[in-house]
């Protein structure tokens, strides 16, 4: 059994930058792929990013260059940086385990956390 709690979302101008973090408890940290999804009133659920249990690292193409995720295995927290961000960035950002090493897709996932609004203002 596998927890996870989002935290950092809130409220930023076109532009600027937020950082997410995502604590998870339960497991041994590092067995899993860890990734970011988010999900737009109206739209499906988004891959956002995924980092391995060794950091190898994959973006969507509409994040790549913005945002970055990385993890210590050390504290059990996986994390988000988003920079330029967005109106369009504006979702729930959800954190997800699984046990591939980087899956792209939600339903590879095992594991969710409750989610944390992200809202970039024009």
């Known amino acids: 059994q596998v927890q996870l709690v989002e935290s950092g979302g809130g409220l930023v101008q076109a532009g600027g930058s937020l950082g997410l973090s995502c604590a998870a408890s339960g497991r041994p940290f590092s067995t899993y792929g860890m990734g970011w999804f988010r999900q737009a009133p109206g739209k499906e659920r988004e891959f956002v990013a995924v980092?391995?249990?060794?950091?190898?690292?994959y973006y969507a193409d509409s994040v790549k260059g913005r945002f970055t995720i990385s993890r210590d295995n050390a504290k059990n927290t996986v994390h988000l940086q988003m920079n330029t961000l967005k109106p369009e960035d504006t979702a729930v950002y959800y954190c997800?385990?699984?046990?591939?090493?980087?899956?792209?897709?939600?339903?590879?996932?095992?594991?969710w956390g409750q989610g944390t609004q992200v809202t970039v203002s024009s």
């Open positions: 980092i391995s249990w060794r950091s190898n690292t």
């Open positions: 997800a385990a699984a046990t591939d090493p980087i899956p792209t897709i939600a339903s590879k996932y095992n594991y």
